[in-house]
């Protein structure tokens, strides 16, 4: 069942939203052609298209993540890891010699919110990139203003994939890295009917058509697909519908706090892993314990970074984690996946010898970094990146544990142009 709401409210909303991005984004343009007060290459030279300030021994980065709101229980964690890379960086002697002056501000669970506080960003503080964003949402208000303004925005979590931006690097998974790994091992385990769960906005919409797709072609039914506002708290109306349709597993890409109720629901119903397992793409160890650990034991997760991941790299990461902000903290995929989009930006930097967009998007292509989820490599065509796929499985020690890995990275492939099954779906 897929349930579709249409009301002239929604619609006036909608259109209250664009408005306020193209203001936004007319803002950014206008701060940017005529902000160019300042140099942004290492060197000093001006640049027409930034206002960034590299004359002195320091150089702004912003950080964008929602503090407050929804999403808070995810996004106050990549924040965290974004401090810490930054902190490591300055302590390592920065960026082509100049430390990070961090500018961070909360886009507060709302896409318009994200879009104004990124023209802050670029055109007030003049910073020499952004980090941050979560939800797709947030990412499609802030597309725009990063296009307009040709600044750098380096987005942390995984994605529906069927985009590329030349001013957005990618650095969470896109479709071909998560959610085609995790229907392919739904596959081999011999689940024949799924049952789609997801809020209701850009991702999990995007996403549930690429699984409809893929089901199709793979002999999978999909025995229902339901929808629910983020921030969404009572699941009783549509676990019910899970439990009434019998499915084999569930394709969960609700994201935020609504996890908690969704799976005390799901348990309450009698519903168990064993019987009817569900699949998450947005619950990572962080979100674990909010949901709590005895309404999530051995269910199904799809990422790229697990805590659980023993390499030396991860040792580093998570040890120095834990010093920072306290041995009972955890670490997760889109964390982790921030922390790393901040040392290949600087890697990119250096690579380049300048903090000049046009100059580190060129250089982009090819540069790598030993990340606490393995070697990932840039893809300077479409500015994502190979990353290796995981499925793990929630244990009683809160922690998720791999259960499937595709052994090496997968080379992004966002608009599924090697699917057969996808052909299409990007138009």
Not at 162 to 180: D, M, R
Not at 242 to 253: D, E, L, Q
Not at 308 to 317: C, E, G, L, R, V
Request: aromatic share 8%; net charge neutral; with cysteine.
């Amino acid at each position: 069942m897929h349930r579709v709401v249409h009301s002239a409210t929604s619609l006036m909303k909608g259109l209250i939203v664009q408005k306020k991005i193209l203001v936004l984004c007319a803002v950014a343009l206008v701060a940017t052609a005529c902000g160019s007060r300042v140099d942004d290459t290492a060197g000093g030279t001006a640049s027409a298209s930034s206002c960034v300030d590299t004359s002195g021994a320091s150089v702004k980065v912003g950080f964008l993540n929602s503090l407050s709101g929804t999403m808070a229980i995810s996004e106050k964690t990549v924040h965290d890891a974004l401090q810490l890379g930054a902190e490591q960086i300055n302590a390592a002697g920065g960026v082509l010699g100049k430390k990070l002056t961090v500018v961070s501000e909360d886009g507060a669970s709302e896409p318009t919110v994200f879009a104004e506080k990124a023209t802050k960003l670029i055109s007030s503080d003049c910073t020499a990139a952004v980090f941050g964003g979560w939800t797709s949402s947030s990412r499609k208000a802030m597309l725009p203003v990063f296009e307009g303004a040709n600044a750098l925005l380096f987005y942390p979590v995984q994605y529906e994939g069927l985009e590329a931006s030349p001013n957005i690097f990618y650095t969470g998974a896109t479709t071909n890295q998560q959610i085609v790994p995790a229907l392919d091992y739904l596959k081999e385990k011999g689940i024949k009917s799924i049952f789609l769960v997801g809020s209701d906005y850009v991702f999990p919409r995007t996403a549930n058509k690429i699984i409809q797709a893929y089901a199709k072609a793979n002999g999978i039914e999909v025995k229902g697909e339901e929808y629910a506002p983020l921030g969404h708290t009572d699941f009783a109306t549509i676990v019910n519908k899970v439990k009434a349709a019998g499915a084999s597993a569930v394709f969960n890409t609700l994201n935020g706090d609504s996890n908690v109720a969704f799976f005390k629901e799901y348990r309450n119903a009698g519903l168990t892993a064993s019987a009817m397992p569900v699949v998450s793409v947005s619950i990572a160890e962080e979100e674990v314990s909010g949901v709590g650990v005895d309404n999530l034991v051995g269910q199904l997760t799809a990422w790229n970074y697990y805590q659980t991941i023993d390499s030396p790299a991860n040792k580093a990461f998570t040890t120095a984690f834990k010093a920072k902000y306290g041995e009972k903290r955890v670490t997760s995929d889109p964390m982790e996946a921030a922390y790393t989009s901040l040392f290949l930006w600087k890697a990119m930097v250096e690579k380049a010898n300048s903090f000049q967009p046009n100059d580190v998007k060129k250089a982009a292509g090819g540069v790598s970094y030993d990340a606490p989820e393995g070697k990932v490599t840039v893809d300077g065509e479409n500015h994502h990146i190979a990353k290796t796929a995981l499925i793990g499985k929630v244990g009683t020690d809160g922690l998720i544990h791999t259960e499937w890995s595709s052994g090496k990275p997968i080379e992004p492939d966002p608009f599924l142009k090697g699917y057969d099954w996808g052909k299409g779906l990007s138009s």
